[in-house]
């Protein structure tokens, strides 16, 4: 199955750019250019790609305010976007993950990442290591872990024993074969579960997941009984 990729950057010669290496791609293919965030939430409602590229100073529109739109869209459920920016703030990354983006990237990084990066996120990854993204929402989203306010995280109840064990050790910032490993589980098991919480607290994705654990008062408990 062919990725749909919708590029939103106001530098023509980058987006381009970015066409030609995603073209070049027997799986990818770009099926729209926007040169600002208002141009990109109206193409991504007409061609409802699979991936939004999107960067973060844009005229008018920012691609940050952009992302917003896009994920809180009912009518784009399977869009994801990656922030693609030179402006690789910390601010600017906790505000793309609570906007709900899949993952932010500098410009710096190589072709083959970038690649790399659409195919993660079209398949349901997070662009973002549990590593960073864990460091990230400490600092900027949770605040400090306060493990009473669990409750205060809509689904969290729901949550098997199993599965809080696997949300707790991927807010401490394991992949998912560390966590088989600590577990003695299969990787598709941890996959299992990690998907299943991720339906149950309404996460639209592994960071967004991380997020409402920290949230929850899960973060920080990794060798734990996190009841």
């Known amino acids: 199955m062919t990725v749909r990729v919708l590029l939103a950057d106001d530098q023509a010669l980058l987006r381009g750019t970015f066409r030609l290496l ?14 600002d965030g208002a141009q990109a939430v109206d193409l991504a409602r007409k061609h409802r790609p699979d991936v939004v590229v ?3 100073r844009m005229p008018g529109t920012d691609g940050l305010s952009a992302t917003e739109t896009i994920c809180a869209d009912p009518g784009l459920p399977d869009t994801r976007v990656i922030v693609l920016t030179t402006f ?4 600017h990354i906790a505000r793309a993950l609570r906007a709900g983006a899949a993952g932010f990237l500098g410009k710096y990084v190589s072709t083959d990442t970038l690649l790399e990066a659409i195919r993660t996120v079209a398949a349901g ?10 460091s990230l929402i400490t600092q900027f989203v949770a605040g400090t872990p306060d493990r009473s306010a669990r409750h205060a995280v809509p689904g969290i109840g729901e949550l098997t024993n199993r599965e809080i064990e696997v949300t707790t050790l991927a807010a401490d910032g394991r992949s998912n074969d ?8 299969s990787v ?15 996460a639209r994705d592994r960071a967004q997941l991380v997020v409402l654990a920290y949230k929850a008062g899960l973060a920080g408990a990794g060798d734990r009984d996190p009841r």
């Open 22 to 35: 995603i073209d070049s791609c027997e799986d990818l293919e770009v099926v729209g250019e926007a040169a």
């Open 54 to 56: 999107m960067d973060v």
């Open 88 to 91: 690789e703030t910390d601010e």
């Open 125 to 134: 990854g997070s662009m973002l290591s549990p590593g960073a993204t864990s």
């Open 178 to 185: 560390e966590i088989a490993a600590h577990l003695h589980l």
């Open 188 to 202: 598709l098991t941890v996959r299992t579960h990690v998907q299943r919480a991720m339906t149950k607290l309404g």
